[in-house]
């Protein structure tokens, strides 16, 4: 048991960069090589050197934009097209411009892509238009390298501390953020000038069909507290209707990983075995095409392998169970399930909040500024869609460069003490009592109740009795959650950024009064797109009643034109069944 201890203690620094799994270690090494000088302290939840989505490693680069394959302009038109056209394009054609430079760099720090015979990037063809996934065959390496780059850089890290709210100073702009040691209880307040919010997705929004409350596509820790301080703080959070929902492996809830499948023949199939969408890249479309197979009796739906040289699955077995999750490779052997001989099974996730896979993300302009001054945000809790994995890094690179400039222009913002004494009160009020529910308990409650009403095809009253419901075990939450050790109050903890990021999702969703982004706000009572309406963002902020407020933002111009003809191209993925037959 990890006891709870009191204690509060106090540093400062120049820039605090919160969450370090993939972007967080980017923004601190850039910024400190950019001002060797500077002050810079990473904090984590867990521990930097396997923390984050990818702690055991990864595939490849999913959105790289490489010369020769693809250019910025091509890339940019693609995500527009991807994300319905709601993108502000400038921060999409900022990380297209810079990524290949950090791919460069990931490469010198001994991070091996694949290349082909004459030396140059094999890259393979998976999205509908372009070429940009880019293979690691050592990318179980990645944390290793990153850790070494951030003792180098003298990176100040601190593990084991989850940062609970923000601290704004009376100005508004950021002043710090408090945290909490897992393993003691023990505050700390950390004084800052700029912070990077780098906390990953919301990916313990739904509950898996498993019933395990960790059983989540998304690395576990991430609870979506990164979308709930900045929420608290002040901050604008854009199109958190775009849900996250994945084609996964039944049971197991990882990827299946077409993407790395595909360039070798791999498809995804329905239960006749015959393909039924073109294109295995990940949209809003896809997953819509996905769930109207399952609806039409023709599932399951399968990844499908077995038509392929047993060499070849081979190949893709020694990726698929080496590199991102080697517990898939002792799934499929503990079910029997042989590559060569069966289709693998799959089935549609949970929902979360993502902007590396969809676009619900704290709202963030091309320098990674969030609306809250000194606040940045970068990787899958910031508004850049389709971001992914490079996309963090890029967008982590922007973060510390910009902020350690930000932070020569200005001084400590003062905040007001009592703002730290109400949230010591708020966060140890689990530990209070003499007995009560326990966090697991209300987790399961608020996250079952996600799947119930607000899994799409979205329904209006669904969402408005998910509102009422979710009030209730707030309620709950509020005087009966009890923690016995630290490591419960953090669970505490992680359940009350779990019920912000469900309010939010309702609330975001009983705006946008349309369908857009395919199955991610499929609107039951509003069929299809509303373009005269809502071609738009949606910005959620926390109104004066302390509740989700919900306004609407124009689409910043375009840098680069969509022809009316290219604007549907991921809308016409369905193959017929005569081209099937083909
Ligand atoms: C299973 C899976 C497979 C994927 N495969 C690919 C792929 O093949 N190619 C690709 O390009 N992309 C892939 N992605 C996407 C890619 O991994 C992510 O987009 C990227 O890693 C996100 O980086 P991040 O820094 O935003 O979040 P993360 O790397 O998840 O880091 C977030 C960090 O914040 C910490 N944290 C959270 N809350 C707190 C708190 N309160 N206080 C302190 N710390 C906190 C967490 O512990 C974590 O370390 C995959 C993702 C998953 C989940």
Same mark, same amino acid.
């Given at each position: 048991?990890?006891?709870?201890?009191?204690?509060?203690?106090?540093?400062?620094?120049?820039?605090?960069?919160?969450?370090?799994?993939?972007?967080?270690?980017?923004?601190?090494?850039?910024?400190?090589?950019?001002?060797?000088?500077?002050?810079?302290?990473?904090?984590?939840?867990?521990?930097?050197?396997? @923390?984050?989505?990818? @702690?055991?490693?990864?595939?490849?680069?999913?959105?790289?934009?490489?010369?020769?394959?693809?250019?910025?302009?091509?890339?940019?038109?693609?995500?527009?097209?991807?994300?319905?056209?709601?993108?502000?394009?400038?921060?999409?054609?900022?990380?297209?411009?810079?990524?290949?430079?950090?791919?460069?760099?990931?490469?010198?720090?001994?991070?091996?892509?694949?290349?082909?015979?004459?030396?140059?990037?094999?890259?393979?063809? #998976?999205?509908?238009?372009?070429?940009?996934?880019?293979?690691?065959?050592?990318?179980?390496?990645?944390?290793?390298?990153?850790?070494?780059?951030?003792?180098?850089?003298?990176?100040?890290?601190?593990?084991?501390?989850?940062?609970?709210?923000?601290?704004?100073?009376?100005?508004?702009?950021?002043?710090?953020?408090?945290? %909490?040691?897992? =393993?003691?209880?023990?505050?700390?307040?950390? =004084?800052?000038?700029?912070?990077?919010?780098?906390?990953?997705?919301?990916?313990?929004?739904?509950?898996?069909?498993?019933?395990?409350?960790?059983?989540?596509?998304?690395?576990?820790?991430? !609870?979506?507290?990164?979308?709930?301080?900045?929420?608290?703080?002040?901050?604008?959070?854009?199109?958190?209707?775009?849900?996250?929902?994945?084609?996964?492996?039944?049971?197991?809830?990882?990827? @299946?990983?077409?993407?790395?499948?595909?360039?070798?023949?791999?498809?995804?199939?329905?239960?006749?075995?015959?393909?039924?969408?073109?294109?295995?890249?990940?949209?809003?479309?896809?997953?819509?095409?996905?769930?109207?197979?399952?609806?039409?009796?023709?599932?399951?739906?399968?990844?499908?392998?077995?038509?392929?040289?047993?060499?070849? #699955?081979?190949?893709?077995?020694?990726?698929?169970?080496? %590199?991102?999750?080697?517990?898939?490779?002792?799934?499929?052997?503990?079910?029997?399930?042989?590559?060569?001989?069966?289709?693998?099974?799959?089935?549609?996730? $949970?929902?979360?909040?993502?902007?590396?896979?969809?676009?619900?993300?704290?709202?963030?302009?091309?320098?990674?500024?969030?609306?809250?001054?000194?606040?940045?945000?970068?990787?899958?809790?910031?508004?850049?869609?389709?971001?992914?994995?490079?996309?963090?890094?890029?967008?982590? &690179?922007?973060?510390?460069?910009?902020?350690?400039?930000?932070?020569?222009?200005?001084?400590?913002?003062?905040?007001?003490?009592?703002?730290?004494?109400?949230?010591?009160?708020?966060?140890?009020?689990?530990?209070? =009592?003499?007995?009560?529910?326990?966090?697991?308990?209300?987790?399961?409650?608020?996250?079952?109740?996600?799947?119930?009403?607000?899994?799409?095809?979205?329904?209006?009253?669904?969402?408005?009795?998910?509102?009422?419901?979710? &009030?209730? %075990?707030?309620?709950?939450?509020?005087?009966?959650?009890?923690?016995?050790?630290?490591?419960?109050?953090?669970?505490?903890?992680?359940?009350?950024?779990?019920?912000?990021?469900?309010?939010?999702?309702?609330?975001?969703?009983?705006?946008?009064?349309? !369908?857009?982004?395919?199955?991610?706000?499929?609107?039951?009572?509003?069929?299809?797109?509303?373009?005269?309406?809502?071609?738009?963002?949606?910005?959620?902020?926390?109104?004066?009643?302390?509740?989700?407020?919900?306004?609407?933002?124009?689409?910043?111009?375009?840098?680069? $034109?969509?022809?009316?003809?290219?604007?549907?191209?991921?809308?016409?993925?369905?193959?017929?069944? @005569?081209?099937?037959?083909?």
């Amino acid at each position: 048991m990890d006891e709870i201890r009191s204690g509060l203690s106090e540093v400062q620094c120049d820039v605090l960069v919160i969450g370090g799994g993939t972007a967080g270690p980017m923004a601190a090494i850039k910024a400190r090589k950019k001002d060797p000088k500077a002050n810079v302290i990473l904090l984590e939840k867990a521990n930097v050197k396997r @923390s984050g989505a990818i @702690s055991m490693g990864m595939d490849g680069l999913n959105n790289s934009v490489i010369p020769g394959y693809a250019t910025p302009e091509q890339y940019t038109k693609e995500i527009t097209i991807a994300n319905d056209g709601i993108v502000d394009q400038a921060p999409v054609y900022k990380y297209a411009q810079n990524c290949f430079s950090i791919i460069q760099e990931l490469d010198s720090y001994g991070i091996r892509f694949q290349k082909n015979q004459n030396g140059d990037f094999d890259v393979k063809k #998976v999205h509908h238009i372009g070429t940009y996934v880019l293979p690691m065959p050592n990318g179980e390496t990645v944390k290793k390298a990153l850790y070494r780059q951030l003792r180098r850089e003298r990176v100040l890290i601190s593990n084991r501390f989850m940062a609970t709210r923000l601290l704004t100073g009376k100005d508004g702009r950021v002043a710090g953020a408090i945290c %909490v040691n897992t =393993r003691s209880a023990e505050f700390l307040v950390i =004084r800052a000038k700029a912070v990077i919010l780098c906390m990953g997705a919301a990916g313990r929004l739904g509950l898996p069909t498993s019933g395990y409350l960790f059983g989540t596509y998304e690395n576990a820790a991430n !609870s979506g507290d990164g979308y709930a301080m900045a929420y608290h703080a002040g901050a604008g959070l854009a199109n958190l209707e775009c849900y996250q929902i994945n084609p996964l492996i039944k049971d197991y809830n990882g990827p @299946s990983c077409a993407y790395v499948a595909g360039p070798f023949g791999g498809y995804t199939a329905n239960n006749e075995g015959n393909r039924f969408i073109e294109c295995d890249y990940w949209s809003g479309q896809m997953m819509q095409e996905f769930y109207n197979e399952l609806q039409s009796g023709k599932g399951p739906v399968f990844l499908k392998l077995n038509h392929l040289a047993p060499e070849t #699955v081979s190949e893709i077995e020694r990726v698929l169970h080496i %590199v991102e999750r080697p517990t898939r490779g002792r799934f499929h052997a503990n079910r029997g399930t042989d590559y060569k001989e069966t289709m693998i099974e799959m089935h549609i996730s $949970e929902i979360g909040f993502c902007s590396g896979h969809s676009a619900s993300g704290v709202y963030v302009d091309e320098f990674a500024r969030t609306t809250v001054p000194g606040l940045y945000a970068a990787g899958d809790m910031a508004s850049v869609p389709h971001n992914y994995m490079l996309g963090a890094f890029t967008n982590g &690179a922007v973060a510390g460069e910009h902020a350690v400039d930000f932070v020569k222009e200005v001084n400590f913002a003062d905040y007001d003490p009592a703002a730290i004494t109400a949230e010591q009160e708020r966060v140890l009020a689990p530990t209070k =009592r003499e007995d009560g529910i326990p966090p697991n308990q209300i987790e399961y409650k608020i996250r079952r109740l996600v799947n119930d009403y607000l899994q799409p095809p979205k329904v209006t009253r669904k969402m408005e009795l998910a509102q009422k419901r979710f &009030a209730e %075990v707030r309620d709950d939450l509020n005087t009966a959650m009890y923690a016995r050790d630290s490591h419960e109050l953090m669970r505490a903890l992680e359940t009350q950024s779990i019920i912000d990021c469900a309010d939010m999702a309702a609330a975001a969703s009983l705006f946008r009064t349309e !369908s857009r982004w395919g199955l991610y706000h499929n609107r039951v009572e509003y069929p299809g797109r509303d373009d005269e309406n809502w071609f738009c963002h949606s910005i959620l902020t926390k109104g004066a009643d302390g509740k989700p407020s919900l306004t609407k933002k124009e689409i910043a111009p375009y840098i680069i $034109e969509i022809e009316e003809h290219e604007r549907d191209a991921y809308y016409k993925q369905r193959i017929h069944a @005569s081209e099937a037959a083909e």
